[in-house]
């Protein structure tokens, strides 16, 4: 039972397009995060949600939007996507916010030609 | 705002001999975390540190975190094929809209040499 899962796995679009990722965990788990990796393999924290609220948002463009309608769900629209947006998107959940063990979804790789 | 630095960024090493990643934040953390991704995977929680200058061991892996609560170190002992992958700290620390915030380090690559 995948307790952080993400769909798709892939994404391939092109410039321009709007495409959106879901993210859903099963664990009852109060705060869920966005972040991105880079090919450098940098990872960065995007949105933190806790109960359904933003709580952390670290200066994304506003082409990001996330969305949660229940506490066990946080999906990321994206609109006008560019080439920079390329990258792996990884959801997480951990039962506080800040402390104690994120656990990871197994990321949607998207790549913007 | 809080900056998470490893050092080193790339390390390879042979089968059996030590390894050592190093931590540095810009400011003083509540807690740090270390989280081990493999190729192609995704961030897997090790451990958690809360304490000046706690150690934690895990079989082969040690975990320090500093007495001023900025730095951290992870040291694995006599390395296997499968320690191979990215390690990354995460500190605990600053605060946005009355929420902890957690930042993930640059993280280290482990090359193992069979």
């Known amino acids: 039972d995948t307790a952080v899962s993400q769909t798709p796995k892939y994404l391939v679009t092109q410039m321009g397009n709007d495409k959106s990722i879901k993210c859903e965990q099963n664990?009852?788990?109060?705060?869920m995060y966005w972040y991105k990796q880079d090919s450098k393999k940098f990872l960065k924290i995007m949105f933190s949600?806790?109960?359904?609220?933003?709580?952390i948002n670290e200066t994304v463009p506003n082409r990001f939007s996330p969305k949660s309608p229940d506490k066990a769900h946080l999906n990321l629209h994206i609109n006008s996507l560019e080439l920079g947006d390329s990258a792996v998107y990884f959801c997480a959940s951990s039962q506080v916010t800040g402390r104690g063990e994120q656990y990871f979804g197994p990321g949607t790789r998207l790549t913007v030609t | 705002g809080q900056q998470v630095m490893q050092i080193p960024q790339y390390q390879h090493v042979q089968e059996g001999e030590d390894f050592t990643t190093y931590c540095n934040s810009s400011?003083?953390?509540?807690?740090i975390q270390w989280y081990k991704q493999r190729p192609g995977g995704h961030p897997v929680f090790l451990i958690q540190l809360v304490k000046s200058g706690e150690v934690k061991k895990q079989k082969r892996l040690t975990f320090q975190f500093g007495e001023a609560k900025k730095n951290s170190s992870l040291h694995i002992t006599a390395t296997q094929t499968t320690d191979v992958g990215t390690y990354f700290c995460?500190?605990?620390?600053?605060?946005?809209?009355?929420?902890?915030?957690?930042?993930f380090g640059t993280g280290t690559k482990l090359q193992v040499i069979p």
């Open positions: 949600y806790n109960n359904k609220e933003l709580i």
């Open positions: 664990l009852g788990h109060d705060t």
């Open positions: 995460a500190g605990g620390g600053g605060y946005s809209g009355g929420y902890q915030k957690v930042t």
């Open positions: 400011t003083t953390l509540s807690n």
